[in-house]
Every structure is written in structure tokens, then in C-alpha cells.
T-cell receptor, first 117, second 110 residues
Framework: DTGVSQDPRHKITKRGQNVTFRCDPISEHNRLYWYRQTLGQGPEFLTYFQNEAQLEKSRLLSDRFSAERPKGSFSTLEIQRTEQGDSAMYLC???????????????FGPGTRLLVL | DQQVKQNSPSLSVQEGRISILNCDYTNSMFDYFLWYKKYPAEGPTFLISISSIKDKNEDGRFTVFLNKSAKHLSLHIVPSQPGDSAVYFCAAKSVGKLVFGKGTKLTVNP
């Protein structure tokens, strides 16, 4: 298996700009998750998809955030009108179908570090 | 409020000795627990997991113990190696999503 990949690895933007991140999960993993991690904290759940359906969104995900997984493969996370408080590491994870390896195990990508100036 | 707590921000041990990392949780609905290891500027790497119906799971040098009555789990690393130095996160599964603790920074001294 190739692992979860994320692009870009780093992003610096000015306040008010829009940014979009991409995540490619491990092939045949039908669940895909987005988390956000700030300094000194553990990752915090944002949203997750099963195939192309978005099943849950955290209250952390304000109206400025939107995530898509149009064909049930890769996913994008867009932040509109970025604010300095959006500066964080954005992590993507995927998990397999219920058969085979435990479906509960989520495998993480390297993350996208966002800095909003 | 924090549902998963790692009360020790850091731990330092000597190479070859045992490292014990602790985690407490409050939500009795959690049904699966995982430990991840994280290096700076990288994503978390899965280490070991345990279902809520078990009390122990072992994988090489890593063993996870679960005490459901105390809502407590621990990760034992034996023997500890300098390459184990990293931040370790405890996570609990809640209807799909994972809830993480704040992490414990482990330093293994040669």
C-alpha cells in the first residue's frame, strides 16, 4: 500500500484569502477523515466521508470550511476567507472497509501545515 | 471538556528500560482505543490498538492494557530504544471519529 498523501505540505497565505487542500487516501479505503492539530493539542476531528457521502461534521467546521469527496476517492478541504486562527496542521486519514484489517484503524497522511499571516 | 486525557506531558526513560504511557477517558461509549506515535512535522503513525472487549494486546515491544472499570489504558514499551523518542497520542473511537488526548512526549536517553 502507498500511504495517505496530502498536498501541499505547506501553505502560507494572507488573511482573507481562500485555500484548498487535497488528500488522497490509501486505495480501496472507503472512509476518509479530516482533522486539525494546533500546537500542544492532539488532532481534533473536523469531518468524515464514507465513499462520497459526508457523514459527520464537527462544530469546529464553521461555514467558511467545506469538504468534498466527489467520486469517493480523493478529497478536498477548502477554507474561505482565512483567519489567523485557522493556522494549524490539517491532517487527513483513511480507514479500510470492514472486512480485512480492523476498520477502526485510521491511517494518517503527513499533513498540510497552514500559516495565515 | 476533555474526554481523553494524557496527564503527563513528558516522560524520560533510559534506553533498555520500560516506558509506560498512561491515558484516561470519560466516555464509556468508546469501543476502540489506539496509540499513535508522532514526529515533528509528520502525521501520526499508528502503533497498536485494542478493542473494548479485550484487556491486553501485544505487538512486539509494544503492549496496550485496558482497564474498563477504571476507564484507563496504558502503553508499555519494552525495551525502550532511542528511536522511540516522539510524542505519543492516545485516541478513542466514537462512532467513526477519533478523540485524541494532548499527547505525551517520550524521550529515551542512550
Amino acid at each position: 500500500d502507498t500511504g495517505v498523501s496530502q498536498d501541499p505540505r505547506h501553505k502560507i497565505t494572507k488573511r482573507g484569502q481562500n485555500v484548498t487542500f487535497r488528500c488522497d487516501p490509501i486505495s480501496e479505503h472507503n472512509r476518509l477523515y479530516w482533522y486539525r492539530q494546533t500546537l500542544g493539542q492532539g488532532p481534533e476531528f473536523l469531518t468524515y466521508f464514507q465513499n462520497e457521502a459526508q457523514l459527520e461534521k464537527s462544530r469546529l467546521l464553521s461555514d467558511r470550511f467545506s469538504a468534498e469527496r466527489p467520486k469517493g476517492s480523493f478529497s478536498t478541504l477548502e477554507i474561505q476567507r482565512t483567519e489567523q486562527g485557522d493556522s494549524a496542521m490539517y491532517l487527513c486519514a483513511s480507514s479500510p472497509k470492514p472486512r480485512g484489517r480492523p476498520a477502526e484503524t485510521q491511517y494518517f497522511g503527513p499533513g498540510t501545515r497552514l500559516l495565515v499571516l | 471538556d476533555q474526554q481523553v486525557k494524557q496527564n503527563s506531558p513528558s516522560l524520560s526513560v533510559q534506553e533498555g528500560r520500560i516506558s509506560i504511557l498512561n491515558c484516561d477517558y470519560t466516555n464509556s461509549m468508546f469501543d476502540y482505543f489506539l496509540w499513535y506515535k508522532k514526529y515533528p512535522a509528520e502525521g501520526p503513525t499508528f502503533l497498536i490498538s485494542i478493542s473494548s472487549i479485550k484487556d491486553k494486546n501485544e505487538d512486539g515491544r509494544f503492549t496496550v492494557f485496558l482497564n474498563k472499570s477504571a476507564k484507563h489504558l496504558s502503553l508499555h514499551i519494552v525495551p525502550s530504544q532511542p528511536g522511540d523518542s516522539a510524542v505519543y497520542f492516545c485516541a478513542a473511537k466514537s462512532v467513526g471519529k477519533l478523540v485524541f488526548g494532548k499527547g505525551t512526549k517520550l524521550t529515551v536517553n542512550p
